[in-house]
T-cell receptor, first 120, second 111 residues
Framework: NAGVMQNPRHLVRRRGQEARLRCSPV?????VYWYRQLPEEGLKFMVY????????ESGMPKERFSAEFPKEGPSILRIQQVVRGDSAAYFC??????????????????FGPGTRLTVL | DQQVKQNSPSLSVQEGRISILNCDYT??????FLWYKKYPAEGPTFLIS?????DKNEDGRFTVFLNKSAKHLSLHIVPSQPGDSAVYFC??????????FGAGTRLTVKP
C-alpha cells in the first residue's frame, strides 16, 4: 500500500539546464498537487491537476514551469532553464478528490517525501 | 496573496504543558481546515482536520478549534511531548480542493 512517491529525492542541476520531477500518487487517487518550499518559508501551492487536466495553476510562475498528469504514468513538474532561485524542496501531494459541491468538504492530501532541487 | 497566516514562526513549550498553535485565514470560501506536521527532510503528514460545520474536533492529545466569525483556528496539544517537536502547517481548502498553507510554526518541546 504505497504512499505518494517522488523521484528523484535529490536533484542537482546547473543554471540553464532542465529539471524534471516525478510524482506517483497513492493508488486510486486522481488528484495531484505540487507545492514548493523555499528555504525558511512555508509550503506554497503551485498547481493542481487531475488526470490529463490542469485545474488550477495560479501558483505556477508564468515562465519556465509546466506540469502534467497524463492518463498513464506519473505527474511531471518540469522546470526549464533553471536558475539559482529555483533551488527548493518540491512536494507532491495526492487526494481522492471529491465532487465540486459546496456541501462536500475537501479531503486530505497525502504528501510525498519531496524532491530537493539544487541549482548550481 | 497570503490567504492563510501563521503569525508565530516558532513556539517553545515545556514537556507536559499545553502547546497552542494559531492560524488565521482571509478567504471566506474555505470550508475545510487541516493541520500538518513536518519533520526535517520529510513530507508533511496529516494530523487533524475540521470541517466548517464544526467548531471543535478532538483526536487524542490534539484538538483543533475553529472560530468562523473570526476566521481563526488553533491547534492544541496537551500534554506536549518532545516527539511533538516539528514544524506545524495550517492549511485551508475550498470546495474545489485547492489548498493553501500557512508559513508554518516551529514547535520545540523541551524535556
Amino acid at each position: 500500500n504505497a504512499g505518494v512517491m517522488q523521484n528523484p529525492r535529490h536533484l542537482v542541476r546547473r543554471r540553464g539546464q532542465e529539471a524534471r520531477l516525478r510524482c506517483s500518487p497513492v493508488k486510486g487517487h486522481s488528484h495531484v498537487y505540487w507545492y514548493r518550499q523555499l528555504p525558511e518559508e512555508g509550503l506554497k501551492f503551485m498547481v493542481y491537476l487531475q488526470k490529463e487536466n490542469i485545474i488550477d495553476e495560479s501558483g505556477m510562475p508564468k515562465e519556465r514551469f509546466s506540469a502534467e498528469f497524463p492518463k498513464e504514468g506519473p505527474s511531471i513538474l518540469r522546470i526549464q532553464q533553471v536558475v539559482r532561485g529555483d533551488s527548493a524542496a518540491y512536494f507532491c501531494a495526492s487526494s481522492r478528490g471529491q465532487g465540486v459541491l459546496l456541501s462536500i468538504p475537501s479531503d486530505e492530501q497525502f504528501f510525498g517525501p519531496g524532491t530537493r532541487l539544487t541549482v548550481l | 496573496d497570503q490567504q492563510v497566516k501563521q503569525n508565530s514562526p516558532s513556539l517553545s513549550v515545556q514537556e507536559g504543558r499545553i502547546s497552542i498553535l494559531n492560524c488565521d485565514y482571509t478567504n471566506s470560501m474555505f470550508d475545510y481546515f487541516l493541520w500538518y506536521k513536518k519533520y526535517p527532510a520529510e513530507g508533511p503528514t496529516f494530523l487533524i482536520s475540521i470541517s466548517s460545520i464544526k467548531d471543535k474536533n478532538e483526536d487524542g492529545r490534539f484538538t483543533v478549534f475553529l472560530n468562523k466569525s473570526a476566521k481563526h483556528l488553533s491547534l492544541h496539544i496537551v500534554p506536549s511531548q518532545p516527539g511533538d517537536s516539528a514544524v506545524y502547517f495550517c492549511a485551508a481548502s475550498a470546495f474545489n480542493n485547492d489548498m493553501r498553507f500557512g508559513a508554518g510554526t516551529r514547535l520545540t518541546v523541551k524535556p
